[in-house]
């Protein structure tokens, strides 16, 4: 019986290597990159819980990865707008301020000591990494605050930058990261202003702390509910930077009675939740 042979196909000639990478390396890679996104929005906490998903195997869902990585680009282009202004120099220099006290012969005498110039303070560690830990959201402030018509104005050396605009904050001013929107004509050598910048520069701190452990939100958050239960002078957030410096004028120990109902409210509420969940889930 005679055998047929299968026709032989034409060899292709050979195209450059394709480089791929191994699924493990590519899977590994998708996961730096999640908990990088996590880390920028969500802070420590963020990461711990992207991480501990991954390790259970939980797959985000599409919408929840839209958001997060949306959100980390936008800090990176605020953050990268605000390396970029402070990298070209743009921000200026407070004025210094006009004598104020009488002269004599004609001739002004010294400065009174406690209308000298603050001491420049060295940048520290802790500066250089509040800095960037608060870069996103200083960068969002200033590019807010130059589209309102203000002018940012570099006047302490603790690292703060304040832009004087007309309106657009709260009270006397607001602190975002670093940057402090303000309608107050600051000068370099103002006890006032020296005061006031050493008050926003502790809330500079409080907004990296709480950015570092739970995200850039986690700071208003917390503010805006201690200021619900203990609005003003009573807020936890306002003492910690020091009422005086900040304008306050320092109340009776107590919170407001308002405060301490709303307090009891959120207590009532709160517990009531734990306990029907232990109720509907014993073994929870």
Request: hydrophobic share 40%; glycine share 12%; net charge positive.
């Amino acid at each position: 019986m005679a055998t047929t042979t299968p026709p032989l196909r034409p060899l292709s000639p050979a195209g450059p290597p394709t480089r791929r990478f191994p699924v493990g390396v590519r899977r590994r890679r998708r996961a730096a990159a999640w908990w990088a996104a996590c880390l920028a929005c969500g802070g420590v906490l963020g990461l711990l819980l992207a991480v501990f998903g991954t390790i259970r195997g939980e797959r985000p869902t599409r919408r929840r990865v839209t958001l997060v990585v949306a959100g980390a680009v936008v800090q990176l282009v605020c953050a990268s707008l605000f390396a970029g202004i402070a990298a070209a120099g743009d921000l200026r220099a407070c004025p210094a301020p006009a004598p104020s006290w009488p002269p004599e012969t004609g001739v002004y005498g010294p400065r009174p000591a406690e209308s000298s110039p603050p001491p420049q303070q060295g940048g520290g560690a802790w500066q250089t990494l509040r800095t960037v830990i608060n870069a996103p959201v200083s960068g969002a402030a200033l590019l807010y605050g130059e589209a309102r018509g203000g002018a940012a104005y570099q006047c302490a050396g603790n690292g703060t930058t304040a832009v004087v605009m007309d309106d657009g904050f709260s009270r006397g001013g607001t602190m975002y990261g670093t940057v402090f929107l303000t309608d107050q004509r600051t000068e370099q050598a103002s006890p006032r202003m020296r005061r006031l910048s050493e008050h926003e520069a502790k809330h500079s701190d409080q907004w990296a702390v709480s950015t570092l452990l739970a995200g850039p939100l986690a700071f208003p958050a917390l503010y805006s509910a201690d200021e619900a239960l203990f609005p003003g002078a009573f807020n936890h957030f306002e003492r910690a930077a020091g009422l005086a410096d900040g304008g306050y004028v320092t109340p009776p120990d107590a919170p407001p009675a308002p405060g301490r109902l709303a307090f009891l409210i959120v207590g009532l509420l709160a517990g009531y939740f734990v306990a029907s969940r232990r109720k509907r889930d014993p073994f929870g």
